[in-house]
């Protein structure tokens, strides 16, 4: 913690090369609830935990369409993510405008990190405290995109986000190679799964329909991004069959998932504590 | 208190990932006086508890209108209530100008939600240190919406801010249920009992028709929002049958209350020292 | 007097919310000569103790007017008072040519208040180092209002700032239900009472046609905004009756003061030494 | 010399509410060497002590003519005097230009503060660092004013400025009733013996035709400002009657000075040790 | 690292007349995974290390084309890199529509250098951090070029960037001979010959068609950049007859690759510890 | 040396009212190489030390005309000088196209410290490190100014700056009677003789026609600027008869010199230890 | 190394007048490799050592073509020198357009050392850390200049800058007598000659056809700047005889130059020690 004189001005490197500031960035994107998305040959699909700062809110919308084909889902500051979301709306307008037909996926999400890229290398302005995930089809096929707040874009075939994503990230590499080929109902139940396991140490929550969004965009005829909130998402969580509460969350989800998610709660125990959401 | 070095420049992250000069704006929202909002399906209610800097000055306003439709209750810097709501106010001008009719409320709120975003962002601007409670109905219904420093934005079924609003919030937590079947004097008296408890705890403070200010904006044919102060505040806090000054303030309170006021009051005892209003 | 890296910067919130460059603003306020005011139903009345910075000099105006209609009394820096007011002279100018008619008084005062505020939120300027008592008149009566370096602003019955201004706010928080109904003659007697309070502990100072300057606008036919000073001052301070100097002025001043000075005396000995002037 | 924090911009308040930046230019103004005004009801009389920086250069001008009717007396950074009176120039000539007569001397005065003002509040400048007597006569009468770093204006019936000006302040002070209806010839008299009473404890300098200026306007069909230098002074200051160069300028000042001129040199003792001209 | 004072400001220099921040902009390419380039005197070639940050996200491509004829492979901040890049295509763009052929690679080299050098003279941006091996032909043959966040650029006839580099320098160096008159095919073994040194210390890596990507432009009839990458890969790999995981790999390359490798082995160790990718 | 927080910053004043980054760059004059200007009722002369920053560098130029009537010579930082001798020079062009006649001396002299005051008072530029000696003719006479990193000026019958100046000083000062009437020969050696003092104390230089450049301005029919440089300089130095090589300089020029040279000797041995050339 | 406060701004004097980032900019200068200059009354001749970051990089050019008539030496940051040249080239070309014929040296060498100057007056921008030595020949003949990051410009008959350039130019002062009247073989031996004793302490550098650029330019009919590079200078390099490798260069050089080579020896030491390329 005292890795002063490099780490407050993001315009400075450090003597290693690094941008701290960038890194502290990053770190904001950590402390929002978690966000999982999955991508197969025909479908993308989005998962995300809404967290409510009171009991008297309603929940946040942590996934948002963009355009008739993509949507996005949030981890990090709220308000950060309102404006670039915004400005992806945008520019999907402008695109439809002016070529008369949708953004190719790609090529928002590079305009999404230019923005960010920017901010990291000049003075008068702090980087982007978000982090997206970015679904969407076009003519090229299905893709999931993940921006990060240092203007840097990854092309994936899953991803999660958020506090305690380091279990879901580990459900998703064991299941990755199931993705290609999946259906879009077995997508939707790796992406609910992947974000179950978010919870897994937390006694008293669980996946309900308030406190949970899905998003699906695929190819074909429909290539609309459909985003389902409240009492929709209760059919695609009851085709989980997430154990109910009682006993640990953890055993229990231990006997339903695969076999190997035992040795990922090892690794819950370490994420638990850096992770303060 | 030492947290140095992260915390004098909004424009910086801390290791952490958080931009502390955000948070300590927050802290300015909590030092201005009480306000209260409450929705149901058909109304939404402010209140707010009207301070003076002065025996000699009028009080100060804390809830304003903004269009027909709209009105805000502030807590938090006077003068930058001031900037923000002067705003909203060419805003919605503004749109009933080019558009012919009133703003939506959601898109009034995420424009003040922008200006302050960009104020943590720049670093030629201090966050402005103000929450806001935005009442209005359009056509999607009525809304309760909280503005903040950071530009975040919650959408609410009932909220208080400022001083000892912990005892009040407490209060809408254990009467929620009830707003949204509430009639329109209900939810007055559900605001203003929010209110009173934020008093509870001083003995010579109560609620009057001279510190206190209710505004509601309702559906249907009349969509206008209604500000009652002064005298027509005072059949309002009537037909809320206040226990009168006598005894202390919290045992007359925990009478007529609901029965687990006495709960929330162990929480006042933790929040008094914290609020210096 | 160690509260570092909070106040240095007028931009900059402290942990605790606070903007602290304002507030020591505001202390520039009170190192100004005291100035008062009070407002009835029907006028509104200014008194000020001019203070000369040498005998070589004459006394410098503290109450200027604005429009016919307006008229500022002032605290705190000359300079900064110099800026605003003539401000205010070209708003009210400007409103003259453009609508026809008299600025509205709050109108105008809102218009320096926003002034006031971008200095505190931009990082360019410092706070204005002023506070104004502002009195007019206009179709919706008479109104008395203070403008503060942060950009707040507060309507008032009656209001003293300066040097030693404590003992005059005991004063008129004493007689303020006299004010509403009182006569010009009465309101004027009433202003000076407060302001020669302030001068009650200085022993060889006291109210004269030098050092004191009135201005009175009232409703009605006339609604001109009044400056007395010099040699027109003297019949107005002649009106007080205040004792000559002889025997201490605190002493005397109790004798015809109403029973309850002895009281406001023992604020005077801790503001005494909190104010330098 | 500790008062760290507060007082390198100039932009910020110290708790006390002060601008420490301005005091310090305010000392730049006592580093020049000294000037004198006095003002009757029919004439303005500068007078002022000019200093060579070598034996080599001629004298500088300490009395500059601003236009016709308008003379200034400079006291400390000559280069900010330079600047400042050359603007004074341009706005009485574009003044000529507009409205087809001279400036009102109270109306260049305060535009020269506004300018001064201004670098009390904006970050990108320092203040200026020189202040000026300024005399004039306009359809109201002779003027004399003087102008401060800070902004602040005074309108004065005399004054001294600059290096060792206390005894000359306390010279006028005895004799400020005097000034008011002296003649021409008695007011220049007023003015040299209080710029002699600046070098009365300096053994070697006394008032000569090199080292001294004068400048003097009058009311009447004659309104132009009179400048004196070099041989023309010569005969104001035989008319003054100064001891010659003989036992110490003090003692023998003091048997031609006014008897209460003892009482001044002990203040003489004082300034000396903090003025380092 | 204790270099204070003069490294954190890129428009200071060192007393030793050093621009460290310029330098540590330098590390941030070392940290980027291996890319290598070599140049005959008919061909170009390119060959990188495909980094995933993640087991879920497609390797990020290290190899972009340009234009037509020029193609750059990457080493250090990616978003930086991304800024560049689309610079340098917009360049080449402007040049076609312009002159109506293929921008020279030189002068796009040095264009994108102009660029770099700008952001080590200016305040407000931080250096560029990354490093470029730019290959392309033009009509004065085939070139190969490296520019740094310096701002400076190098001619080249072989080079290597990035983590572990220094073994594949190694390598370049002992062959150096043999590049200019060597085939297209012996040019991509060399290439991929080098990169493979860089993983030679490191037990489970090797170079696969997934994890690798050749670059090839030559002069001729088609002077165009191919980009070989995934299943395209495979036969340039297998060409390479790289001895297949089994003992270390160090070990056996040693006995594959020229016989003075066991001599630049020793450069690993000590290149390993310093490079951290 | 420990005078902090006051002197890095030009727009700060100390709480002496010192500007103390202006005298730093008054020592920067210090350290040019010496140069002198004298001026009698009719001609101004000019005489300056080239030094040579190398043995195999042609001597600088330290005397440039501006125009046809005038000329300069430098003492300081040349870069500055350059900058500012150019702006000389346009101006004067500027002139003589708007007015069709010559700039007057003094005229030009104030814009060019107009330029240099603003220096020291915003906070963008550092001030010019270069003093002036400004020699011209006008309708007014011969005219020799100073000019100053601060904005001064100086109007002056001798001058000396630079490095050893002391002593060309005290050389000008002693004879400075016999200027004003001195023929151009008697002045040009008096200027000789004062620069040949800041070499006394030096054993091995003397001034030669290689190290010594000497300009002269007269009225009359030829108000031309004539720059004497190699060997038209050697008769000048002829006519000054100094004393040849042999012995030490400081002895033989007191044999020649007027007799209280040898007082001026004993500055020397001051300045040379605060001078370093 | 303790010089804080006053070196890191370049805008700010130290208390002895210095800029220390325009010195710390000359050191930039010194730490390239070595280049030499030498003017005759007909020719001039710039040599330079081309230093090599790699084997696998071409030797970078140190001396580069500016115009027809003027060509330039470069020791120090490569692309601050780009920067530079780019500018002269493009100057050049302007003038040519528009005046029609060559850009005298002169004028261009000052157009440089403006803009360096700009650089070290203005707190945006950082000096240029380079040194240019600029040979042209125009109607006034042939010219060698040096330019500096202080925008300091000199005129000379000979000049090396760079690592070790302290032995060349002792080589330079002792036969500069010789160069005036030198052949332009001569001109080219001498300028090799020196250009050998920046290497003559380094064991396993000499000379060779690849490492070293010889530039020449002319009076006469052909006034054009001949660049000779590679092959073309080993006749150069023939024509001087150096020793070849065998013994110690030093040694072996002291023999065939000129006798006084062993005394400057004795300067290689030193300079050895504190230059570091």
């Not at 409510?52 to 963009?66: C, E, N, T, Y």
């Not at 090229?140 to 986000?161: I, K, N, R």
């Not at 009492?231 to 190997?260: H, I, M, R, W, Y």
């Amino acid at each position: 913690m005292f890795r002063s004189q490099y780490d407050t001005d993001v315009t400075t490197f450090s003597p290693q090369g690094r941008l701290l500031q960038v890194e502290y960035a990053m770190e904001a994107v950590k402390q929002g609830s978690a966000v999982v998305g999955v991508c197969s040959a025909t479908h993308v699909v989005l998962a995300a935990l809404k967290r409510s700062f009171s009991d008297l809110a309603w929940h946040q919308r942590k996934i948002v369409p963009i355009d008739e084909h993509i949507g996005v889902a949030i981890s990090g500051i709220a308000a950060d993510a309102r404006v670039l979301t915004k400005r992806m709306r945008d520019e999907c307008l402008q695109h439809r405008f002016v070529y008369g037909d949708a953004m190719p996926v790609g090529r928002l999400v590079h305009l999404v990190a230019d923005l960010c890229q920017k901010c990291t290398q000049r003075i008068s302005r702090r980087p982007y405290g978000v982090g997206l995930l970015v679904a969407g089809v076009d003519e090229s096929g299905p893709h999931l995109y993940q921006t990060c707040p240092s203007g840097e874009v990854y092309d994936l075939v899953g991803m999660a986000l958020g506090a305690r994503s380091q279990s879901a990230r580990t459900y998703l590499e064991r299941h990755m190679d199931e993705f290609s080929s999946a259906s879009r109902e077995a997508l939707i139940r790796h992406a609910l799964w992947a974000l179950n396991e978010t919870l897994a140490s937390a006694k008293d929550q669980h996946l309900s329909a308030e406190n949970c969004a899905v998003g699906v965009v695929s190819i074909g005829d429909d290539m609309r991004f459909h985003l389902y909130e409240h009492e929709q998402v209760q059919p695609l969580l009851d085709a989980c069959a997430f154990p109910k509460s009682g006993g640990t969350a953890t055993e229990t989800s231990t006997e339903q998932a695969p076999q190997n998610v035992t040795d990922s709660d090892e690794h819950h125990d370490a994420t638990m504590q850096q992770d303060t959401p």
